[in-house]
């Protein structure tokens, strides 16, 4: 069971109503001397404390905006975070920082234990302007924009209004001029809001791109990379990959595509064939309710560990789970981190498909993560990077799946499920390799032109989308589908991580294949380290290389290729 943190330094009735509440704390721990190990250690864990208080205030803030947006004060709340009270932490904890790493205050430093503390306190310092404060304060604000502008996204069928992941349900329905009709639907309805989101993009690319300036880098992606702590990886490394994904994942999904045709019996394969059960079969439905998700999902972790399902289950009785699609609800999922309640919350829209049991089991990864390493002395430690954070849940959507019988009591339905969830994972290192390679050149290139920025879209897409569907006549939707990731407006450049990490899942789970006891092991032994170590190295600890290397894409496409022929 979860063990909130201890109020030791703060008050126990200190809350957050503007930054005149958090300043006395900044100031004593910037006054206070620290002449000795005890002294810096205890230093650490009192800022540590302060920085958990403050992470979950605004974690609250923007959970409970997301989870309604048309909700005013709940805007407000967030935005007067970010804008007033934000700006004054970036300042003291600038500070902070450079009283850290003083050489009088290193000499006091287990360097080694604290080696990736030290390195993302320099990386913060060699990144901090003071006049790029204010500009990422309005960068926060204008993120946001994106989720209002998608949760307002609805399409009217059937005499029913249907969010767009409700609608997209449709697109399994065993009628073609159904998926076809709701296809078009779903398309048009994103169309209305085209406009308006390449504005937005344009504008956080140019504040983006003057953020970059003010650092001394020429690019944001230049700056993005580093203050993402990519300290393992480079920019030609994810070049290599979306060359490897062309080369090695391409054809397999090709391959797929055109099975997919001759068993459809078609003569065009087109974009609304793409979800329907190859046999024409009922689409899976995995769940009933979102009480019949959590149960399901409950006991499926339960079975690979006792533990699992037990930290899921608390979850769902302290009401951090928020899981059903509704208007005025923003898009996607997510899993937030409290590390004061040292439970985290999951968000997301379930509408009762696959790809919702995925999400949850995925979303459900990052939560047990976040349980694992809440012994964790630092909140430093616990702030993971993508790399090992997503690793962690694409890890758990397959480790579990000798489980899905919870889902599934029919054994055709599941091993249909199984099938699907591996063609999901070929099609989507595609995507990621996309989106990857767009955000380069929307960075590299921050003056392009809306016509460019489409036309580039289209070159990319063609490249990792091969022949076999058929797109003539929905030009229109292609060049605008970007617009559907909301890593791009919220997130930019996080999301080479989810092919990284997707590589390192399929290891693991050949790893679990082989020797369940020993893989899931040194899976929770990895995602204990937290980030007390370099990435390579909770690789290690997980009993996997950190390579997207062609030649080890390929081996691992392979093992995949293999499985689904077992299936």
């Given at each position: 069971?979860?063990?909130?943190l201890?109020?030791n330094?703060?008050?126990?009735?200190?809350?957050i109503?503007?930054?005149?509440d958090?300043?006395?704390?900044?100031?004593e721990?910037?006054?206070?001397?620290?002449?000795?190990?005890?002294?810096v250690?205890?230093?650490?864990?009192?800022?540590?404390?302060?920085?958990?208080?403050?992470?979950?205030d605004?974690?609250w803030?923007?959970?409970?905006?997301n989870c309604?947006?048309?909700?005013?004060?709940l805007?407000?709340?967030?935005?007067?975070?970010?804008?007033?009270?934000?700006p004054?932490i970036a300042?003291?904890a600038?500070?902070?920082?450079?009283?850290?790493?003083?050489?009088?205050?290193?000499k006091?430093i287990?360097?080694a234990r604290?080696?990736?503390v030290i390195?993302?306190t320099k990386?913060?310092?060699?990144l901090?302007?003071?006049?790029?404060v204010p500009?990422?304060?309005?960068?926060?604000?204008?993120?946001?924009?994106?989720?209002?502008?998608?949760?307002?996204?609805t399409v009217h069928y059937?005499?029913k209004?249907l969010?767009l992941?409700?609608a997209?349900?449709?697109?399994?329905?065993?009628?073609?001029?159904v998926?076809?009709?709701i296809?078009?639907?779903?398309?048009?309805?994103?169309?209305?809001?085209t406009?308006t989101?390449?504005?937005?993009?344009?504008?956080?690319?140019?504040?983006?791109?003057?953020i970059?300036?003010?650092?001394?880098?020429s690019?944001?992606?230049d700056y993005?990379?580093k203050s993402?702590g990519?300290f393992?990886?480079t920019v030609?490394?994810?070049?290599?990959f979306h060359?490897?994904?062309a080369?090695d994942?391409?054809?397999m999904n090709?391959?797929l595509?055109?099975?997919?045709k001759?068993?459809?019996k078609?003569?065009?394969l087109?974009?609304?064939?793409l979800?329907?059960?190859e046999?024409?079969?009922?689409?899976?439905?995995?769940f009933?309710t979102?009480?019949d998700l959590?149960?399901?999902?409950v006991?499926?972790?339960r079975d690979?560990?006792?533990?699992f399902?037990?930290?899921?289950?608390?979850?769902?009785?302290?009401?951090?789970?928020?899981?059903?699609?509704?208007?005025?609800?923003a898009?996607g999922g997510?899993?937030?981190?409290?590390?004061?309640?040292?439970?985290?919350f999951?968000?997301?829209?379930?509408?009762?498909?696959?790809?919702?049991?995925?999400?949850?089991l995925?979303?459900?990864?990052?939560?047990?993560?976040?349980?694992?390493?809440s012994?964790?002395?630092?909140?430093?430690?616990?702030?993971?990077p993508?790399?090992?954070a997503?690793?962690?849940?694409m890890?758990m959507?397959?480790?579990?799946?000798?489980?899905w019988?919870?889902?599934?009591?029919?054994e055709?339905?599941l091993?249909?499920a199984?099938?699907?969830?591996?063609k999901?994972?070929?099609?989507v290192?595609?995507w990621?390799a996309?989106?990857?390679?767009?955000?380069?050149f929307l960075?590299?290139?921050?003056n392009?032109?809306?016509e460019e920025?489409n036309?580039t879209?289209?070159?990319?897409?063609?490249e990792f989308?091969g022949?076999t569907?058929?797109?003539?006549?929905l030009e229109?939707?292609q060049?605008?589908?970007?617009?559907?990731q909301l890593?791009?407006?919220?997130?930019p450049?996080?999301?080479?991580?989810?092919?990284?990490?997707?590589?390192?899942?399929?290891?693991?789970?050949?790893?679990?294949?082989?020797?369940?006891?020993?893989a899931?092991e040194?899976?929770?032994?990895?995602?204990?380290?937290g980030?007390?170590?370099?990435?390579?190295?909770?690789?290690k600890?997980?009993?996997?290389?950190?390579?997207?290397?062609?030649?080890?894409i390929q081996?691992?496409?392979d093992?995949?290729?293999?499985?689904l022929?077992?299936?």
């Amino acid at each position: 069971m979860a063990k909130r943190l201890i109020r030791n330094y703060l008050d126990k009735d200190f809350e957050i109503t503007s930054f005149q509440d958090i300043k006395p704390y900044y100031n004593e721990l910037l006054k206070r001397e620290l002449n000795s190990p005890d002294q810096v250690w205890q230093w650490l864990l009192d800022r540590s404390e302060l920085e958990s208080v403050i992470s979950e205030d605004l974690g609250w803030r923007y959970i409970k905006m997301n989870c309604q947006t048309d909700d005013r004060q709940l805007a407000d709340h967030f935005n007067t975070f970010v804008s007033e009270i934000d700006p004054e932490i970036a300042l003291a904890a600038n500070q902070l920082d450079k009283k850290f790493i003083d050489e009088q205050i290193q000499k006091h430093i287990d360097k080694a234990r604290l080696f990736t503390v030290i390195r993302e306190t320099k990386k913060e310092l060699d990144l901090f302007r003071e006049e790029n404060v204010p500009l990422e304060a309005e960068l926060q604000k204008m993120e946001q924009e994106f989720g209002q502008i998608a949760s307002k996204m609805t399409v009217h069928y059937k005499n029913k209004e249907l969010t767009l992941q409700e609608a997209s349900n449709y697109l399994k329905n065993t009628d073609r001029n159904v998926r076809e009709e709701i296809y078009h639907f779903i398309n048009n309805r994103r169309l209305a809001d085209t406009d308006t989101l390449n504005n937005l993009l344009s504008k956080l690319i140019k504040l983006r791109h003057q953020i970059a300036l003010n650092a001394g880098f020429s690019n944001f992606r230049d700056y993005k990379f580093k203050s993402m702590g990519r300290f393992d990886y480079t920019v030609a490394d994810c070049y290599n990959f979306h060359s490897a994904v062309a080369h090695d994942v391409v054809p397999m999904n090709e391959d797929l595509l055109k099975m997919r045709k001759s068993k459809l019996k078609l003569d065009t394969l087109r974009p609304w064939d793409l979800d329907v059960d190859e046999e024409l079969k009922a689409p899976l439905n995995p769940f009933d309710t979102v009480n019949d998700l959590i149960r399901k999902t409950v006991y499926c972790f339960r079975d690979l560990d006792l533990e699992f399902g037990i930290y899921l289950n608390e979850m769902d009785k302290m009401g951090f789970l928020n899981l059903d699609s509704r208007k005025h609800k923003a898009p996607g999922g997510f899993n937030y981190p409290l590390h004061e309640s040292n439970v985290p919350f999951i968000f997301m829209n379930a509408t009762g498909n696959l790809d919702d049991m995925v999400t949850m089991l995925h979303e459900g990864g990052h939560a047990i993560h976040a349980y694992l390493t809440s012994h964790l002395d630092l909140v430093q430690f616990k702030e993971i990077p993508s790399e090992i954070a997503e690793l962690a849940s694409m890890s758990m959507e397959l480790i579990t799946m000798d489980y899905w019988h919870h889902f599934f009591d029919n054994e055709a339905d599941l091993r249909r499920a199984k099938r699907t969830h591996l063609k999901n994972i070929l099609s989507v290192l595609p995507w990621v390799a996309k989106i990857d390679k767009f955000q380069h050149f929307l960075y590299e290139n921050p003056n392009h032109t809306h016509e460019e920025r489409n036309k580039t879209w289209t070159a990319i897409n063609k490249e990792f989308s091969g022949e076999t569907v058929d797109f003539s006549g929905l030009e229109n939707y292609q060049q605008n589908i970007w617009q559907r990731q909301l890593h791009i407006f919220e997130v930019p450049f996080y999301y080479i991580e989810y092919g990284i990490a997707q590589l390192g899942a399929i290891a693991i789970w050949k790893n679990f294949k082989q020797d369940k006891k020993q893989a899931l092991e040194q899976y929770k032994k990895a995602l204990k380290m937290g980030y007390t170590s370099p990435i390579p190295e909770v690789y290690k600890a997980a009993g996997i290389k950190f390579d997207f290397s062609d030649a080890y894409i390929q081996e691992l496409m392979d093992f995949v290729k293999a499985e689904l022929v077992l299936l």
